[in-house]
Nanobody
């Protein structure tokens, strides 16, 4: 069973918006840090944003002021609101959970299967 399930990906024009969601499946991941990573074709997976259990957030410089991460601790879901999308945002987006608030993907033990986001120019 996949512990995290993403939804909300799709095709959007540059300058548009998308909202990704991530839901816990089979466990709650309470007190965990939740994060979004992305992997573009031919590139390594990279950190996008994270939100700690206390609500503190961190963003990659490339998405700061355009993306907003949020979570609902009571129904164990997380969202990523993506505005002013650019072609370089095209990637498979993954949600992940970790006990520590770090940006390194190697620290994350729980992952979703990913959702494709394609931004056309």
């Amino acid at each position: 069973q996949v512990p995290l399930v993403e939804s909300g990906g799709g095709l959007v024009q540059a300058g548009g918006s998308l909202r990704l969601s991530c839901a816990a499946s089979g466990r709650t991941f309470s007190a965990y840090t939740w994060a979004w990573f992305r992997q573009a074709p031919g590139k390594e997976r990279e950190f996008v944003a994270l939100i700690e259990w206390n609500g503190d957030t961190r963003y990659a410089d490339s998405v700061k002021d355009r993306f907003t991460i949020s979570r609902n601790k009571y129904n164990y879901t997380m969202s990523l609101q993506m505005n002013s999308l650019k072609s370089e945002d095209t990637a498979v987006y993954y949600c992940a959970a970790d006990k520590y608030g770090v940006t390194s993907e190697g620290s994350y033990d729980y992952w979703g299967q990913g959702t494709q986001v394609t931004v056309s120019s």
